[in-house]
Every structure is written in C-alpha cells, then in structure tokens.
C-alpha cells in the first residue's frame, strides 16, 4: 500500500520560502514519477514540478521555474518541494502524487495535502 505524507506547509508572508517534504512508504519507488500539484480555492488542480525518482530528471510548471525546485533523497524516501520568493498567487493545497507508469502517466497515488497560504 502505497502512503504519501506531506508536511511543511503554513502560513508566510510574499517573498517568503516553505519547503514542502513528502515522505513515502509502501514500495520501492525507484522506477516512480512523483509529483507536487496544487489547488487554489475555486480553481482545478493544477501541476507544479515533477521528477523521476530513477533519473532525477525535472520538470516545472511555467509559473513557478526559476522560483521552485523538486528533489528526492534516496535514502529517506523523501521528496521535496522548496518553494522560494513565494507569491499570493501560490496559495492553496499542495498534493504529493506518485506514478509507477512513466513520465506522461496519471498520477495513481495521492497524499492527503498540505496548506500554502502566501500573504501579502
């Protein structure tokens, strides 16, 4: 059974940092895609960074390149979302989501979410 656990999220003022961890349990997840969305009230859900566990290749949605960065530590089973120079506009619930089908799969797995509010 696959278990993602965000933690790391809160309350904090604009240009301000948060990294976001996610800890994963239930699998080897060597071969995984995980990935960090996000929703804003009334908005869907959208994606914001993602990387393959096996490679460490990345990719990050176009609002937040340059400001947010992915990473994964082998050892902890751990991924990571530091969020830098952080704007109102980033507020919401953020999701950690893991796939075991490749780069361009559906996520399969999904954590219970973690809350980013960005003041201004």
């Known amino acids: 059974q696959v278990q993602l656990v965000e933690s790391g999220g809160g309350l904090v003022q604009a240009g301000g940092s948060l990294r976001l961890s996610c800890a994963a349990s239930?699998?080897?997840?060597?071969?995984?895609?995980m990935g960090w969305f996000r929703q804003a009230p009334g908005k869907e859900r959208e994606s914001v960074a993602r990387?393959?566990?096996?490679?460490?290749?990345?990719l990050y949605a176009d609002s937040v390149k340059g400001r947010f960065t992915i990473s994964r530590d082998n050892a902890k089973n751990t991924v990571y979302l530091q969020m830098n120079s952080l704007k109102p506009e980033d507020t919401g619930v953020y999701y950690c989501?893991?796939?075991?089908?490749?780069?361009?799969?559906?996520?399969?797995?999904w954590g219970q979410g973690t809350q980013v509010t960005v003041s201004s």
């Open positions: 989501a893991a796939t075991p089908k490749g780069w361009g799969s559906r996520f399969d797995y």
């Open positions: 239930g699998r080897t997840f060597s071969s995984y895609v």
């Open positions: 990387i393959s566990w096996s490679t460490g290749s990345t």
